[in-house]
Nanobody, 116 residues
Framework: QVHAVESGGGLVQPGGSLRLSCAAS????????MAWYRQAPGKQREFVAR?????????AYADSVKGRFTISRDNAKNTVYLQMNSLKPDDTAVYYCNDPWATMPWGQGTQVTVSS
């Protein structure tokens, strides 16, 4: 089974950028579709972005992040990334990675705080 460790979060001003990383271990990472989720204080965890594992890669994004966030992966490094640009205070949350069906154990996540 694939396990993931998220990193790269921090405090950033509105309009800034961050790149999150999710390092996976166990299983066969290259065969896993992967996704990013986030959970803001007092809210349920929500989908952010996903990408497939196959040759004909497909992507999906939540409407709230389309055009600002980009998901990518490096199978050689067993890592999936989330490039976040034009960050807004509403993007403040703990960010997690998992497969699109959330079958992996949840990691600790990485905190992203967007504030001036």
């Amino acid at each position: 089974q694939v396990h993931a460790v998220e990193s790269g979060g921090g405090l950033v001003q509105p309009g800034g950028s961050l790149r999150l990383s999710c390092a996976a271990s166990g299983g066969i990472f290259s065969k896993n579709d992967m996704a990013w989720y986030r959970q803001a204080p007092g809210k349920q965890r929500e989908f952010v972005a996903r990408m497939s594992s196959n040759v004909y890669t497909t992507y999906a994004y939540a409407d709230s992040v389309k055009g600002r966030f980009t998901i990518s992966r490096d199978n050689a490094k067993n890592t999936v990334y989330l490039q976040m640009n034009s960050l807004k205070p509403d993007d403040t949350a703990v960010y997690y990675c998992n497969d699109p069906w959330a079958t992996m154990p949840w990691g600790q996540g990485t905190q992203v705080t967007v504030s001036s």
